[in-house]
């Protein structure tokens, strides 16, 4: 196994700079047979979801790149291999216009344990997946 980034972006600064947060769940990935489906939020995980979409929704893009905690930075990019296997699988089979953006994932850190995860395109953050049990990322603080 190469080298690993733990706890750093994959890729830093896409050139969105000062443009705001914006999202769009055109490519949610929430059928009936989606591992991580939106669809089974609970309560709490509503909660914490809002909180975290209420921080981000006021920021621009380079203030979310630099959100740190004690552990490194908190949001960033990834590619496809920071996937999982199961997340790796679940990636190749969605349409084209998603998998071409390999390059462009994006995983917000929601809590200790939960995630979103998505892809972000024209300094829009396009919304895949809710990973709340670390499923979608590989063990590396995914």
Request: glycine letters at 8%; zero cysteines; proline letters at 5%.
């Amino acid at each position: 196994m190469g080298p690993t980034r733990k706890n750093k972006p994959a890729i830093r600064r896409r050139g969105y700079g000062d443009r705001p947060f914006r999202l769009s769940l055109r490519h949610l990935d929430s059928g009936e047979d989606s591992p991580w489906p939106f669809h089974d939020l609970s309560d709490q995980d509503i909660t914490d979801l809002g909180l975290l979409l209420a921080n981000v929704i006021r920021l621009s893009w380079d203030d979310i790149e630099l959100i740190k905690d004690g552990s490194g930075y908190v949001h960033g990019y990834r590619t496809v291999s920071d996937l999982s296997r199961a997340g790796y699988e679940r990636f190749s089979k969605l349409p084209q216009e998603v998998t071409d953006q390999e390059d462009s994932l994006f995983r917000f850190k929601v809590t200790t344990d939960k995630r979103i995860w998505g892809f972000v395109l024209d300094d829009i953050f396009y919304v895949l997946w809710w990973d709340p049990r670390h499923q979608v990322g590989r063990d590396r603080n995914a």
